[in-house]
């Protein structure tokens, strides 16, 4: 591997930030570099003809993924080998590419979902290698879907490798709910197979790879809550190292204020805990903020171990609405009382969509609600 590729990860694409459309990330300088990559290794290579093929009439009306599958699909159309001939050339234009690109650069294993589905071994190795500085856990499930024994015996092999990237693509690409890829129905249904490539990565040394089997978890948690406390409680007894990892493949859990979880990491019922000095914006404005503040007491002794949260329930179309959870404050308390303030903003995201109309918050600790209040979003 290349110097500029070592030590690169990938973080999921929900937490991308860009100026603009994550879309726009396929910008005419890195196509520009890619294009100039594949001339050096294929010195007869169309780049001009090949970048006017990528900015067609048809561009600018694609989304982020629809605009991968163009890039590597037109990869398809420039390069005139076989298919272990074409992977061969990418694979060093891929090492020759800025690691800074790290998710632009998934072209490379989208190319093998499209072109190498029919050549196992090829796309096996190639997978591997394209997932170090970038990351193969899209493509690798349409392997799963085709091929579920064969691929989940190389995931288990993957899981040992001396490789985090590697190791993380075991875990990861058999995510069964992976955030902006195709869901893996069966693993939703049975989730075992899944469950043999975290109980290989439960303990590895790589937090990049011990972040991924929580994800994992916490997609399991979401079908199988049962299954999930059995096995939290299972890894927490043989090992406390632990707590991090099992603690947030429970974090679904948490949220839904599971007494069962919650207890396990120390959160007891607040019977000696009142709520008062509520105080909150009675009206906000689409596009501003929403205040809010109070004081947790306690009757006796400390506050002690506390998990605070608020949830919003938000309007939605035809008289719906859907509630959200996110987390204020947690720890072990030592004072009597705590004063809190938050806010939320209502300025509009691309991933959520705000309605008029009466919303709720909910003050909530240690799974439990304390406090419940209307307010308009006008």
């Known amino acids: 591997m290349s110097n500029s590729l070592k030590g690169t990860s990938i973080k999921p694409l929900s937490e991308y930030r860009v100026r603009g459309s994550l879309k726009d990330l396929y910008s005419p300088s890195y196509i520009s570099l890619l ?7 294929q010195k007869n290579f169309p780049t001009q003809e090949f970048t006017e093929a990528i900015f067609n009439k048809e561009w600018k009306r694609k989304e982020l993924k629809q605009r991968m599958r163009h890039i590597s699909c037109t990869l398809g159309l420039f390069l005139n080998g076989t298919y272990p001939q074409n992977i061969s050339v990418l694979e ?9 690109y790290a998710l632009e650069n998934m072209i490379f294993q989208d190319y093998v979902e499209v072109y190498g589905l029919d050549d196992f071994t090829t796309s096996m190795k190639a997978l591997a290698s394209f997932t170090q500085g970038s990351s193969s856990e899209f493509a690798i499930r349409q392997f799963i879907l085709r091929y579920e024994k064969k691929t989940m015996e190389q995931m288990r092999m993957w899981a040992l490798s001396s490789n985090e990237h590697i190791r993380r693509l075991a875990s990861e690409g058999c995510r069964p709910r992976l955030p902006w890829a195709i869901a893996l129905q069966g693993y939703k249904a049975d989730p075992s197979e899944v ?30 809550p049962e299954l999930v406390r059995t ?31 919650l207890s396990l990491f120390g959160f007891k019922p607040v019977n000696k805990l009142e ?10 404005n689409k596009g501003e903020t929403f205040f809010f503040e109070f004081t ?10 506390l998990r605070i949260e608020y949830a919003l329930e938000f309007v939605r179309l035809r008289g719906k609405s859907s509630k959200k959870v996110f987390k204020i404050s947690e720890g072990d308390f030592l004072e009597k009382k705590k004063v809190l303030k938050k806010s939320y903003s209502f ?8 309605y008029l109309g009466e919303h709720k918050l909910f003050i909530i600790v240690n799974g439990e609600v304390l406090h419940e209040v209307g307010f308009e979003l006008i």
């Open 35 to 41: 294009a100039s990559c594949l001339q050096e290794v």
């Open 195 to 224: 469950l043999s490539v975290l109980e290989l990565l439960k303990d590895d040394e790589a937090l990049y790879v011990r972040k991924s089997v929580a994800n994992a978890l916490n997609d399991i948690s979401k079908d199988h």
């Open 275 to 284: 709520l008062n000095a509520f105080n909150c914006s009675k009206q906000v």
């Open 92 to 100: 060093e234009v891929f090492f020759k590419m800025n690691s800074a």
């Open 231 to 261: 096995l939290a409680k299972k890894w927490l007894r043989a090992n406390k190292n632990r707590h991090w990892l099992v603690k947030h493949g429970c974090r679904t859990l948490l949220k839904q204020g599971d007494k069962e979880v």
């Open 296 to 305: 947790l007491n306690s009757l006796e002794g400390h506050l002690g171990k």
């Open 347 to 354: 300025k509009a995201i691309s991933t959520r969509k705000y």
